[in-house]
Every structure is written in C-alpha cells, then in structure tokens.
C-alpha cells in the first residue's frame, strides 16, 4: 500500500501540466488559412468540378460508412476503399474492428473543407480530392452530447466513383489534440466496469481490468469530495501508443515537468483555431510509461477535472488545479493508513514563503511542483472559510465570466470578502 498512495511529493510532479492541458485542449494556430481557405484556388484548378454534387456524392459515402459500423458490416464500410492498396484495407479493415468495439449512440461523418495535398495529385491524378473529414458521434453512457473530431481522407474518381485512397495524407492540417484516436492505431480491448470504459491495447485485456477497478475507485473518492453531481462516466485510454490524442508526455522547462496522465477536453464544434461552444466532456490519457503502475490518487486528480470541466473553462488554473489536488489529497486520507501531511509540510516550509500571488499560467510554466502545492493551499483555505459547497460556487462562478481583472476581483471579492491579493496573503497564513 505505501507504493500505491504514498507518492506524495512526486506525485505533484507527475501531474505537472496535467490539469492545464486537462481543461484547455490545444489548438493548431499555425495553420495560415482558415478552414476552406485553401478550396477557392484548389477548385480553379479542376475545370468542371462541381463542389456541390461532390460533397453530396462524399458525404453519402460517408453516411454509409457511419451506418455500417453501426450495424457490423465491414462489407460496405471498404466498399469505397481502394482495392489496389492492401495496407489501406488492412488499415481501414482494422479501424472497423476498433470502431466496432465502442458503443455509438450516434455516428456521423461530413465532408469539411478541402486541403491541397499536391504529392497526392502527383500520385493519383487530376481527379484527387484531399478533405478534412468531421467525425461527429456520441458514445452510449459517457457523452451527454455529441463530440467532433476531424481527420484527413483523399478521394479519387474512378468509373464515375469516388475510391478512398489515403486515409493519412493530410494529418499535418488537422486538429493537434483532436484527431488521433485511441481506434486509429493497433488493435485495442475496452473494458467496462459500471460507467468507466478503459481502453488499452488487446493484449493487454488483463491491465485493463485492474485500471477499471483502481479508476472506479477513484471515480468514489471524487464524488466524496466534490459536492457538485458527477454520474462517474469517465473513458481512461491507457495505451501504449504515445500518439494517441496527440498526447506530448514531456513539456515545459523545468525539471519535474514529465505528464504522468492529462484530462483531454472534448467539444461539439470545429476542432481548429479558439473554442466558442462549452465542452461536453473529456477522456483521460495515460501515460503509456506509467500504465502499468497506475496510481489512484493520480486518476483522482484527473478524474475531478472530468467532473469540473463541463462547469466551463474560464476558472483560473491556480482553483482548477487546487481543486483537483484538493480531491486527491483528501481522497488518500479516507484511508486512515494514509496522510498527507509530508506534502503539507513541504508545502509550508518550502512553497509558501514564496507566494506573491495565487499561480498563474506563467507560474506554473516556471515551476510546476511549488505551483501545485500553492494552489492546494489555496483550495484548503478556502473550503475551511468557505466549506466545499462554498468553493464549488466560487469555481462555478469563475467559470461562467470572462474574467477581466475587474470581473474576477469582484467575484472573489463576493465570494470571500477579500481582494485577490488579500486573499493570497491569507493563504500564506494559513496553517491549516
């Protein structure tokens, strides 16, 4: 049991980054166009093409595509697929399998905008048509709503039809976060248990089992901890796959800065460029590292950001990751083999001292380990002024506002009496 929870002080700097890159997905910015942008100059190169009937003939492809995973026919879903290419059968065959293994309450795919791919006009000829696909579904039992992902198909004309022929050719254009999948890669096993769906890789059917259990434990230990209603459905991806949803295990600058897991955000809209609808959800990624040495308190740190993320995206990160520590640390001491009091002491005696102000962005890119500490603190304080439901108000609050420095100095102002910086200056004091 010391192994299993007593990772205290490395635990915080494993989850370095993990809630930042838990409630705000990252976007590509470097695109240069805006979605289509590209499409007005690719179509004055294709005389007589029509883009109308060529988006109604590809998305009726598509729909057949979506209803046939749903119904189990393989059959139809390669039906389109280039026959000349054994590797994109095996590929598009493969992706059926892993399709086939979620439990779709919607499925639906819808040609976007076009992406000049010239290699593949090289490749295929005059008729080649590279698109951003949306994949627009909703999974039975974890998504309240549909979310969309893009991903990147080329199309030839072939006897009056369009074949699928690169399923990857574009993948540089899509959505960073978005459109790597936990099915696009080798085959997988999922695993239920209750509300939790795990998915890892199918030889490792067995590891998924023992995540289910440790995740659904940890699912317990939030809903004890955060007074707002959660139903608990959560997916963990614990593959060994690194690419999956683009996941980067390494970053920032400082020491400590390695993502033992992130929370990543999902949303119904386009995936490219600033997010304007609310999220609907999110899957937590692991790791493939530290798969196989899963920790709950790790997963219960992730899994309050899952519960806090549909609330909305605009609470500063310092009460965003506060809370998800807060949760995880008082989850430890349900076990009365367990106490946080190591992290406590570290947290006054090396962290606090040092407090100007409650960790912001930028403190949490220079130092993530003391960044943590201080915003558990933070959290600590205000639910022994405030109590849990008062720090879910103040949370809830801050979601629902830009925050202008006006705004969120009133809003913590209502919530505690205090001004931001009086606010810090009693969290320095507090002993706790």
Do not use: C
């Amino acid at each position: 049991m010391v192994n299993q929870r007593g990772r205290l002080l490395a635990g915080v700097a494993a989850l370095a980054l993990v809630g930042t890159a838990g409630f705000v997905v990252a976007t590509r910015s470097d695109q240069g166009v805006a979605p289509g942008g590209t499409a007005v100059a690719a179509e004055a190169r294709k005389p007589g093409v029509d883009p109308a009937v060529r988006k109604r003939q590809l998305d009726a492809i598509l729909a057949q595509r979506s209803t046939a995973v749903v119904k189990g026919d393989l059959k139809t879903f390669l039906a389109a697929v280039d026959p000349k290419q054994p590797k994109l059968v095996s590929r598009q065959k493969l992706l059926f399998t892993n399709l086939r293994k979620f439990q779709f309450a919607s499925l639906r795919y819808f040609v976007a905008d076009e992406r000049e791919a010239p290699a593949q006009v090289d490749k295929f000829g005059p008729t080649t048509y590279s698109t951003r696909v949306m994949m627009r579904y909703r999974l039975t039992g974890l998504d309240p709503k549909p979310v969309q992902t893009d991903l990147g198909y080329t199309f030839v004309q072939r006897a009056g039809r369009w074949i699928l022929v690169a399923d990857d050719a574009i993948d540089e254009t899509l959505s960073e976060d978005g459109h790597r999948q936990p099915w696009d890669y080798q085959e997988i096993a999922v695993v239920r248990k209750d509300k939790v769906v795990v998915v890892v890789d199918k030889r490792e059917a067995a590891l998924g089992k023992k995540i289910a259990q440790v995740s659904e434990d940890a699912v317990e230990g939030v809903r004890r901890h955060w007074p707002r209603p959660w139903n608990g459905a959560v997916m963990v991806v614990a593959m060994s796959e690194p690419r999956v949803l683009s996941t980067v295990w390494t970053a920032g600058t400082g020491a400590g800065w390695t993502i033992a897991a992130k929370a990543v955000t999902l949303y119904d809209g386009e995936p490219l460029g600033l997010k304007t609808v609310a999220p609907v959800g999110s899957r937590i990624v692991v790791n493939p590292a530290v798969r196989k040495d899963l920790e709950q308190d790790l997963l219960v740190h992730e899994m309050t950001h899952v519960a806090t993320v549909p609330i909305g995206i605009r609470t500063p990160i310092w009460l965003v990751e506060g809370v998800a520590e807060y949760v995880r640390s008082h989850a430890i001491e349900d076990d009365p083999h367990w106490t946080v009091d190591p992290y406590r002491r570290t947290v006054r005696t090396k962290y606090l001292p040092s407090m100007k102000v409650l960790p912001g962005e930028a403190e949490f890119d220079q130092n993530g380990d003391r960044s943590y500490g201080q915003a558990w603190w933070a959290t600590e304080y205000l639910a022994s002024k405030l109590g849990k439901k008062g720090v879910a108000a103040l949370y809830t609050d801050l979601a629902l506002h830009d925050l202008s420095p006006t705004t969120y100095a009133s809003i913590i102002k209502k919530h505690t009496g205090q001004t931001p910086a009086q606010l810090t200056a009693a969290v320095k004091k507090f002993k706790g």
